[in-house]
């Protein structure tokens, strides 16, 4: 049985963390990101468990600018804003094994889950996916979703750097039960642990977004426009002229894309344009002589609140810049 679990989502590529001034502003933040999710099927909304902080996510700098300019303007929500943070995934490089025997004994009954997985790098932009290769009577099929189901959940935060885990192939191919301890919850904590196990031999790597970017400049802008993508990790695929203006081609990470409208406004005297949707997704490899890192790309992680609470919707700890 082959299961595709989960697939590439655009809608991830940016996140911004979001924290109400007062308790008036944390409920029209929620009314008003229930009104746009409603308009908006690229809008995503999650609440941070460590925090308590609401995060929105969305496909460019512009698309969460209007977002939150729409929550300051039309629903009066006065917000601290994170810095803005963007979705980072990992992957395997190389095959492994993973194995975790979950056993615990509570009461007169115990839990009892083994599994024993293969995992394999898979064909970009494949997604994830779960094979069951386990032989008749090896571990009971009602026990199998349950495994699954764990490894999904623990491939939403990879070894590396806590970025989902993409692109990979998953195989059960085996374990054992016993006929009164096992339950579903021991098998799909087992599952996860079995997943983390591997996950630490597979060579994981960072993937980052690379965008294909077009770029519209005047003629006597086309050298400076150029450089500026080369030093922010670009590579120029083509330059065309077409009617009195150059058309650039590229391809650039999403990290090194922020600010870039106000950039090259000023580089081509406000008569550049541009347009960026998502490539693919490749690993990190900073260039050669450049002081970037995966810390300086994922950014400082964000303070937690005194005491987390609960939030019906995602956001750091307050920096200066504020909504309204």
Known sequence: MVNALREINEAALLSVTVRPKTAADEERLGQGLRTLLAEDPMLRVRTDNATG????????????EIIIDRLAREYDVRAFLGRPMVG????????????????????????????????????????????????????????????????????????????????????LYDGSYHDVDSSETAFKIAGSMALQDAARKAKPVLLEPVMHVQVSVPTDSIDVVIKNLESRRGTVQSSEHRDGTQLIDARVPLSKMFGYSTDLRART??????????????????????DDSQDSLVGAPLKPRPTPRASSIALPEPDGDSLG
Do not use: W
């Not at 902080?53 to 969460?64: Q, W």
């Not at 094994?97 to 898979?122: C, L, N, S, W």
């Not at 005297?269 to 450049?290: N, V």
């Open 53 to 64: 902080d609401v995060v929105l996510s969305g496909t460019s700098e512009s698309h969460l």
């Open 88 to 171: 980072y995934k990992e992957t395997f490089t190389c095959p492994a094994d993973g194995e975790m025997k979950f056993a615990t004994q509570t009461g007169e009954r115990g839990h009892y889950g083994h599994v024993k997985i293969h995992v394999f790098p898979g064909i970009p932009g494949t997604g994830v996916v779960f094979e069951n290769d386990i032989p008749g009577g090896t571990i009971p099929d009602q026990f199998i979703p349950a495994i699954n189901e764990g490894i999904e959940e623990a491939l939403m935060a990879g070894v590396l750097a806590g970025h989902p885990v993409d692109d990979v192939c998953i195989v």
């Open 269 to 290: 005297r406000g008569r550049g344009t541009f347009a960026m949707q998502l490539e693919s997704y490749q690993p990190f490899r900073p260039a050669e002589g450049s």
